[in-house]
C-alpha cells in the first residue's frame, strides 16, 4: 500500500514514476538470478570474517545483531551474511535465496545439534572441546554441548568462538 501510494503522488515526475515503478522487479531479481554450484572456501572464509565481525559484541538471549547476539544466532546471522556476500558478489540467485531461507527460519542450539534443516551433520564425537582432536575439522564448524543448551564455532589454529564472544584456545 505504501509503495502504491508513493508512485501515486510521484505521478507527475516521470523519472521518479518510472524508478518507483521499477523498484519491485529490482528487489526481485536477485531471488530470480538462477543458482550456481558455490566455492566452498570461500563461502567459508566469508563466514568466518562474518563471525570475527561481532567479536566485541554483547550477549543477548535471542538476538542475532552487533548489539547483542546469542550463541546459535551468531553461526546463523554470520552464515547469512556471507550467503549474501557470495550472491552478491556472484550474482549467484540460490546462496542469495539460501540466505533468505536461513532469515526465514529460527533455530535454537539444540536444532543446530539435530542436523537444522539438512544443514548440519552430527560428526558423532564427544568429549570436550580441549580434548578434541582436531584433525577434519574446518573453520566454521559447529560444536553443540550434550542436550544442545550451547553452540560454539570453530574458526581455525584451534581456536572457537562462542556466545560471550571471547576467542578461547
Known amino acids: 500500500m505504501v509503495w502504491l501510494g508513493v508512485l501515486i503522488l510521484a505521478w507527475p515526475s516521470k523519472g521518479f514514476r518510472l524508478g518507483w515503478a521499477m523498484l519491485p522487479g529490482l528487489v526481485a531479481l536477485p531471488f530470480l538470478l538462477p543458482g ?3 566455492d566452498e572456501v570461500e563461502l567459508r572464509r566469508r563466514y568466518v570474517e562474518a563471525l570475527s565481525g561481532f567479536e566485541g559484541s ?3 538471549w535471542g538476538g542475532e545483531a552487533y548489539r547483542g547476539i546469542d550463541c546459535s544466532g551468531l553461526p546463523r546471522r554470520s552464515l547469512r551474511q556471507a550467503l549474501m556476500a557470495y550472491g552478491t558478489g556472484h550474482a549467484d540467485g540460490g546462496a ?4 533468505l531461507e536461513h532469515w526465514w527460519y529460527d533455530a535454537s542450539a539444540k536444532a543446530l545439534s539435530e542436523g537444522y534443516r539438512g544443514y548440519t551433520v552430527s560428526l ?3 568429549g570436550t572441546v580441549k580434548e578434541m582432536d582436531y584433525a577434519g575439522l ?3 564448524d559447529l ?3 550434550q542436550g544442545g543448551a550451547h553452540v560454539l564455532v570453530y574458526v581455525g589454529g584451534n581456536r572457537w568462538i562462542r556466545r560471550t564472544l571471547d576467542w578461547r584456545r
Open 138 to 140: 574446518k573453520p566454521g
Open 58 to 60: 554483547p550477549y543477548h
Open 143 to 145: 560444536a553443540v554441548t
Open 96 to 99: 542469495l535465496r539460501m540466505a
Open 124 to 126: 558423532g564425537r564427544k
Open 36 to 38: 550456481r554450484k558455490m
